[in-house]
């Protein structure tokens, strides 16, 4: 940033450059979320479909990861974005216990 623009932005006034950077990284937020999102989503249903005991959550799981991985290659977000896996999307999706809920189910078990 030059001294032109220090000046400007010091009476208040955006420059070029800043606000050109600012957008550049809102940007890239909205596109990390947009993917973070999209991998959040695709692990609820495949849960939600585990729990229903649907006999195609995992051929649906595999077309979502499919279409998500396709949607970040034709946005180029590769880079920013890792690419996910059924494995990684499956590992997600599991539930798992905190103390308080392991405590309780053994409490419970107990009073079987």
């Known amino acids: 940033m030059g001294a032109g623009e220090t000046l400007a932005k010091s009476l208040g006034f955006n420059p070029t450059e800043t606000s050109r950077e600012k957008e550049m990284n809102q940007t890239v937020l909205r596109q990390e979320s947009w993917a973070a999102e999209r991998k959040a989503d695709i692990g609820e249903k495949y849960r939600i479909a585990r729990i229903k005991k649907d006999p195609n959550a995992l051929k649906d799981l595999m077309a979502e990861v499919r279409s998500l991985n396709r949607d970040i290659r034709s946005r180029g977000l590769e880079k920013l974005v890792p690419l996910t896996s059924v494995a990684k999307v499956i ?22």
């Open 91 to 112: 590992q997600s999706s599991k539930q798992s216990k905190t103390k308080k809920m392991r405590r309780e189910q053994r409490y419970k078990a107990a009073e079987l």
